[in-house]
């Protein structure tokens, strides 16, 4: 299981984040409307996430950015052989479930055949360092079948895990 850790914000993240950040800001396809800070602070969210991983043990993926190679973009680490999809959702005292908008959602399905496992953290920066916490961690085919629109937030889908055999961390 992923751990809470804590990291200092090296250069070399700061590269990485930067490199990601470009590549998919090239692509007008990934790129939408967004500016290229607007792209570099989207981007900061998976890096930090997934490093927080890869000092646990986790290979990144750093395959170059191609549009037309999913293996590229469509998984983020390998924990413990399985390809992950590393997602962001806030933490606070109340969280009781991750929500994400439907278009999160259709991605990871259209990539169903590369990802094994969704990986749900948070952190906290501050300055040069980072605190990292892990909400659940989920088999993808079983989230997959444990997706319910959302009967409060418009245009937002929740995972049910109670229904699945997903670690939610946060219990623990």
């Known amino acids: 299981m992923p751990k809470p850790i804590n990291f200092e914000i090296t250069a070399e993240l700061i590269d990485r984040r930067d490199l990601i950040a470009i590549n998919t800001y090239t692509c007008p396809f990934r ?63 109340t969280t009781k479930w991750f929500s994400f908008y439907q278009q999160q959602v259709q991605t990871m399905r259209k990539n169903l055949d590369i990802l094994d496992l969704l990986i749900v953290g948070d952190y906290e920066k501050k300055i040069n360092t980072v605190s990292v916490r892990w909400m659940l961690i989920a088999l993808i085919k079983d989230f997959n079948c444990h997706v319910h629109r959302s009967m409060y937030n418009k245009d937002e889908l929740y995972y049910d895990h109670h229904n699945d055999r997903a670690l939610f961390l946060l219990e623990n």
Do not use: P
């Not at 413990?80 to 962001?88: F, G, I, L, P, Y």
């Open 31 to 93: 790129r939408k409307t967004n500016t290229l800070e607007q792209k570099i602070a989207q981007v900061e969210c998976g890096v930090l996430l997934e490093h927080a991983l890869f000092l646990q043990g986790a290979t990144l993926n750093n395959k170059e950015f191609k549009a037309s190679d999913r293996y590229t973009y469509a998984w983020d680490v390998e924990w413990h052989s399985m390809k992950a999809e590393v997602k962001r959702c806030k933490i606070t005292e």
